[in-house]
Each structure stands twice: as C-alpha cells, then as structure tokens.
C-alpha cells in the first residue's frame, strides 16, 4: 500500500514508430492540451497508459527535488510500503547520469522503501528519473499493451485500418469527454467503434451491409460489449451525434464514385457538429464543399502508404 503522499503530477513516457509522429503529436495534444516537443510530457491529467498506443508507461509523481541528496530525504522522511516491489530507472535522451551511478542511487532509494523488492513479479514498479535539472521518484505504470489483442478480431479486412491507428483515431474522437455521442456511420466490421469503447467511449456503429455488420456484432461481442451496431444506409440516420468518425470507403476492388463519397461527407455535416474522417488522399476541398471547417489534420505513413486524419467542426 501506498502512505499518504500527495500526487504531484505525471510524467508520460512516450514513444512512436516512424511514421506516426504526426499522428502520436496530435493525439497528445487532444488529450493533454499541450504540444509534445520530446518523447516525455509532463501533466496534471489522470490518463490510463494502456488508453493510447503511444504512451509506453507513466510515473506517478511522489518525490521531486532539484538535487538526488534533496530526494532521497524526502523519501527518506515519508517513505512508501509495499508487499513486494521493484525500482527502475527512467532513462532519456541527453541524461548524464551514468550506469554506476544509476544503480547505485536506485539502491539507496530502494532500501527506503518498506516491503520487499523483487526483481521478477512485484506487485508494485517504483520509477527515478532526472529530467531538466530535477529528479523525480513515484509508482510506475507500463502500458499494458491490451489494444494488442484486438489485431486478432474474428473478422477483419485487410484494407480496414490498423488497430494502431484506429485507438488514436479513438482517442482524437473521445478526448477527456467520456459523455461525447459519436457515430462511426459507415463502421465496417467495428475496428473504430471497438477502439472507441475500449477507451470508454459512448459510441454506435451503422453499417449498410447485413453480412458486414454481423461480423461487426460479432468482434464486440468477442470482447465482451454489447452489441452497439445498427444496419442501415447513412442517409437514413435521423439522430444527431457530437462527432461522426469516418474511415472514408474507397471501393478497393470496385472503385466508389467521388460522387458517393460527397455524399458520405455531406451526410456526416448532417448528422454530426464534429468529424474525425480518415482519407487516402487528402479531401480538404470536398471537406469544405459539405459545409466542414479544418481543425487539425496528420498523416499516419507505412511505407508508402499515407492515411490523412483530418478533425473538422
């Protein structure tokens, strides 16, 4: 258990695969409010690390100090207990702390700590770190890297978006707004709509195509949630939602008209205040024809392959 120390703030650890630094960038400005200029953010916000794909695990802040001396007392006067626990050291480009010194700092700290320490299964990961001239000690929460699991649905396609994607797709439409209504309209076989959920967000699938959208109901319910998906054509959607999420069809093996995909736009400014839509090309005129402004835009690249997610109002 943890003695009655006052949270002093996060510290998230982030990471991205080439490619995706557009996209992790926007991400964490939705959810954190502030631009990420390194692969570290500090904040005051409470946000669940297995929530996004590019938080790689968060320090609870505990202790902080300008010096490790000035640390150390402060763990020293308020120590922590545990049943079984583990130090790591938190490294980061341009640090100057060197290995010895690192494990021998994480020593003097860790005899600090009540409980014991193990190095194999403890119950609790303890996190050091200097960063900008100041060291900071807390608990420490890898990602537990769940959305992983989801990249072996009982039905998917291969042209779908990556599950990757679709969690920051996820959490651009959620943001910090649990109560936001969306609609994912032309949901496909529910990447986006299960993503969406998983992070706890309020959302429901429409899918035109029986057979599509029973293998939808069935990746839900092969993750436990109830079955939030509704047949029918777009245009036929009489409520209005916060957000619509569109994953733009293309027609891989039968070429959809431009003019069908306008009218999937128009269709989402009728039914939604705001639009998250993934593209393969970017659409910012025809965006602007359905009535969209732009609010932010990224790109998600694979190779040679580029998704634009563009955030409209």
Same mark, same amino acid.
């Given at each position: ?102 494990? %021998?700092? +994480? /020593?003097?700290? =860790? ?9 194999? #299964?403890?119950? &609790? ?92 109901? %069935?990746? +839900? /319910?092969?993750? =436990? ?9 777009? #245009?036929?959607? &009489? ?75």
């Amino acid at each position: 258990m943890i003695n009655e120390v006052p949270i002093q703030g996060y510290l998230y650890v982030i990471n991205y695969a080439e490619g995706e630094e557009s996209l992790c960038k926007l991400e964490m400005k939705v959810l954190f409010g502030q631009e990420l200029t390194d692969k570290y953010l500090f904040s005051p916000i409470d946000i669940d690390p297995s929530r996004s794909v590019f938080i790689k695990e968060r320090l609870t802040i505990l202790y902080r100090h300008e010096t490790y001396e000035g640390l150390y007392e402060q763990v020293k006067a308020n120590p922590l207990s545990y049943e079984t626990f583990k130090c790591l050291f938190l490294r980061f480009k341009g640090q100057t702390v060197e290995y010895k010194e690192r494990l %021998e700092r +994480l /020593k003097r700290v =860790g005899f600090l700590i009540g409980g014991e320490a193990d190095m194999y #299964q403890p119950k &609790q990961l303890l996190g050091l770190t200097e960063l900008n001239g100041e060291w900071f000690f807390g608990t420490l929460e890898p990602n537990s890297n769940e959305w992983v699991t989801h990249e072996n649905k009982p039905h998917s396609y291969s042209f779908s978006l990556s599950v990757r994607v679709s969690r920051a797709v996820a959490n651009l439409a959620v943001g910090c707004d649990l109560t936001k209504r969306i609609i994912d309209p032309c949901c496909g076989a529910g990447t986006v709509v299960l993503e969406v959920l998983t992070v706890g967000g309020n959302i429901v699938g429409n899918e035109l195509n029986p057979k599509v959208a029973w293998k939808a109901e %069935e990746n +839900l /319910k092969h993750y =436990g949630y109830e079955n939030v998906i509704q047949i029918g054509d777009i #245009q036929e959607i &009489q409520e209005h939602y916060d957000l619509a999420i569109v994953d733009l069809p293309y027609g891989h093996f039968n070429p959809i008209a431009p003019e069908i995909q306008q009218m999937i736009m128009n269709e989402a400014r009728r039914i939604a205040d705001q639009l998250i839509i993934v593209t393969q090309v970017k659409m910012d005129e025809q965006l602007k024809e359905a009535g969209f402004e732009i609010v932010e835009q990224c790109e998600a690249v694979k190779g040679k392959f580029v998704r634009y997610i563009t955030m409209c109002c």
